[in-house]
């Protein structure tokens, strides 16, 4: 009886002596690589400045991680658009979408706003005076006054 006893507490002082051997060496590891962790980061950026993501990438992806909609356009067709907007961008293109594809062109074509002029004219004076109602109330980074206005103003 006294055997069996000093062998379970043979396998208890093992596997607590091991435990405690993981736990040093998962701490040791942790001290070492946080020291060294911010001399890394630095030498990844370069100049150790930190840009942030632009506002339309940003709710561009938080509306696709959130949206259950299916894309309008099939890889293909917004490849050949994407492809344009890569090589030219940004410009003053007249990119939008109107529907759930928006935040994909805003956020594809950053920095580019399409001219007020013809924006204007083509969207708010032309298509609109069939199509009433269907582009007033989408906010188009363009000759907006202020941001959250409707695209084209009421007369």
Not at 4 to 20: C, D, E, M, N, P
Request: glycine share 10%; proline share 7%.
């Amino acid at each position: 009886m006294k055997a069996k006893l000093q062998g379970v507490a043979g396998h208890r002082l093992l596997l607590v002596t091991a435990l405690a051997a993981f736990l040093l060496l998962f701490s040791a590891r942790t001290l070492f690589s946080s020291s060294r962790g911010p001399g890394a980061a630095s030498r990844l950026s370069g100049d150790g400045s930190c840009s942030k993501l632009p506002a339309p990438v940003a709710e561009a992806l938080v509306h696709y991680a959130t949206s259950n909609v299916t894309p309008q356009q099939t890889a293909a067709e917004i490849g050949v658009s994407l492809r344009v907007l890569q090589r030219r961008s940004p410009c003053n293109f007249l990119v939008f979408g109107l529907g759930h594809d928006s935040p994909m062109w805003a956020a594809l074509n950053h920095g580019g706003r399409p001219g007020d002029r013809f924006s204007k004219a083509f969207l708010c004076d032309a298509y609109l005076t069939e199509q009433v109602g269907r582009i007033r109330h989408f906010v188009i980074p363009s000759h907006r006054e202020k941001p959250g206005t409707p695209f084209c103003p009421q007369n």
